[in-house]
């Protein structure tokens, strides 16, 4: 099943032409997607975060947000680090393309308990420059912005509680 398309992407994963001073994690664009389980919110995200050598740059990622509120003190967030998906920008897993234990199989899975789900691309995969292929300074730079910038989104508040989980590359 495919959830989003690269086909229908457009210019969604083209970095602004110049990026805000804001602080790493600002939003960017989002475009909602196919829910990845009915009764809940699924968007693409464009955020700002940090290049290998300092420089603002734009990632990619998904967002999913449970059907039921946060409880007071907001949404767990569990941040998803894929696997090898290839270097090409089609292989980001927001373009829709469905990979072996993948972000559309584990969303369901943090959604029925209620948590916020994110998953980053990682830099250069989906968006201009290069993939820092298991560069883990990159990697983990792009997995804890997303969480940054699913706090940013209208009518998300995140508790401050995140967990990190991924498999391979991630």
């Not at 475009?31 to 009764?39: L, Q």
């Not at 946060?70 to 373009?95: E, R």
């Not at 959604?111 to 250069?124: C, H, P, R």
Request: hydrophobic content about 40%; charged content about 15%; aromatic content about 8%.
């Amino acid at each position: 099943v495919l959830v989003a398309s690269c086909d229908d992407a457009g210019s969604f994963y083209s970095t602004p032409s110049s990026l805000p001073d804001g602080p790493l994690g600002t939003v960017l664009r989002t475009e909602s997607i196919a829910p990845f389980v009915p009764g809940t919110k699924a968007f693409r995200i464009l955020y700002l975060s940090q290049g290998m050598n300092g420089e603002k740059i734009a990632v990619s990622g998904l967002v999913g947000i449970p059907a039921d509120p946060p409880g007071a003190s907001g949404y767990d967030v569990v941040s998803w680090a894929h696997g090898t998906t290839g270097i090409a920008d089609v292989c980001a897993p927001s373009t829709g393309r469905r990979f072996n234990h993948d972000a559309y199989d584990v969303a369901p899975e943090v959604l029925s308990q209620g948590w916020l789900f994110v998953a980053t691309d990682y830099e250069g995969l989906g968006t201009e420059g290069v993939h820092r292929y298991l560069v883990g300074d990159s990697e983990g730079r792009s997995i804890l912005d997303i969480v940054r910038a699913a706090s940013h989104l209208d009518g998300v508040q995140v508790s401050g509680r995140v967990a990190f989980w991924g498999r391979s590359q991630g």
